[in-house]
């Protein structure tokens, strides 16, 4: 699946905050670093444990 910085992607389990499924990427590298847009809680992820969680990209960052 191919995602970018500034995209918005749904994960497979629900955030405990219960707001919100989406979250934002706000850094890539080796890890991927992501805020829910619930509750801008921020989580940092492997790039390989990232892509297991990851369900589907809800929303392309138009740059």
Known sequence: MEYG???????????????????????????????????DAIIMFTRRDFEKRLKKVVEKNAN
């Open 5 to 39: 910085l500034h995209d918005v992607v749904e994960m497979k389990k629900d955030h405990p905050c219960k707001k919100s499924k989406q979250w934002e990427i706000i850094r890539m590298g080796a890890d991927i670093k992501v805020r829910c847009l619930g509750c």
